[in-house]
């Protein structure tokens, strides 16, 4: 999987894909281009195909089905077109979710990480500070009974009212020696159950290492535009085959730096500069149809 994955730092395969790009990308981006892939049109387009190529096949034709040859050539050139928007969709679609799981993982991984390591170090409080606090002071203070937290009393705003239990503390703890990490580890997951992402191992927390996976693509690349690849997308899927971490553990950091280091190695034997002029290519081509999405967007939801 690793040596499908590198495919997309080497140039050539770049100029591959954006030459196919070219083959399906109509001239400008319009309101129609996602149009294409319709379910309701390639439903009727396939049918009208199919019931042509299949019905009086045993007979000489007659005249009324000689002459739907003119609206089945028609269908066909529809058919391809189908094919073609299809194909635009599936890679907006593809790339908005690898997009917004990779915002997911640095909301909840990074930029909450960061603001309970905020609280723990005595700045100014933050929407997350009282339950930082809250779970300090549960590990701090040797709360013998396990303690139920609500996500409406720390989520103002939250639609669902879940619980979470923190068990009894089996050992006490000094203002030294409890561990930062202990206690935000503890805060992100609660976090990620109430915010439905938990950060648990197996399938559940599949979108950490999801998100992992874009942030050294992306920090690789130069921009998210590698998402647009479908090479990027396979890998997407199952991220753990790319670190060799068993199915039921969450990636670490060195897993991920190691494959970092790799995907380094190949950027190098290939020109960094190179591959990089790549992904722009790829960028250019693609971010006006994904403009003309989100003013169709824009249209239909005001």
Not at 143 to 158: C, I, M, N, Q, Y
Not at 212 to 230: A, P
Request: net charge positive; hydrophobic share 40%; aromatic share 8%.
């Amino acid at each position: 999987p690793i040596a499908d994955l590198l495919k997309v730092f080497d140039p050539d395969y770049l100029e591959g894909f954006i030459e196919h790009l070219k083959s399906i990308l109509p001239p400008k981006p319009k309101s129609n281009s996602f149009n294409y892939g319709r379910v309701k049109d390639n439903i009727s387009c396939s049918i009208n195909l199919i019931e042509f190529a299949c019905n009086n096949i045993h007979a000489p034709p007659d005249i009324e089905q000689a002459l739907k040859v003119l609206k089945v050539l028609t269908y066909i050139n529809k058919g391809y077109s189908n094919l073609r928007g299809l194909e635009l969709t599936t890679i907006l679609v593809r790339y908005s979710i690898m997009l917004a799981t990779w915002r997911v993982w640095a909301v909840v991984e990074i930029d909450c990480r960061r603001l309970a390591q905020e609280t723990l170090d005595g700045e100014p409080d933050t929407w997350l500070s009282p339950l930082v606090i809250k779970i300090r002071d549960h590990f701090l203070y040797q709360r013998t009974e396990s303690v139920v937290l609500r996500s409406a009393d720390f989520l103002p705003g939250v639609k669902k009212n879940s619980a979470y239990t923190i068990k009894a503390t089996t050992r006490t703890w000094t203002g030294g020696e409890l561990s930062a990490d202990t206690v935000i580890d503890c805060v992100l997951d609660v976090l990620g159950v109430w915010l439905n992402c938990p950060r648990e191992i197996g399938k559940n927390a599949l979108w950490r290492d999801q998100g992992y996976l874009i942030e050294v693509l992306v920090d690789h690349s130069g921009g998210n535009y590698i998402c647009f690849l479908g090479e990027t997308w396979k890998a997407f899927q199952n991220p753990k085959k790319l670190i060799g971490q068993r199915q039921n553990g969450t990636g670490k950091k060195k897993h991920w730096a190691t494959l970092s280091a790799v995907i380094e190695g190949c950027m190098k034997d290939h020109g960094r500069k190179e591959v990089i002029a790549g992904f722009r290519k790829v960028h250019d081509l693609l971010m006006p149809f994904v403009g003309q999405a989100e003013t169709m967007h824009t249209i239909r939801s005001g």
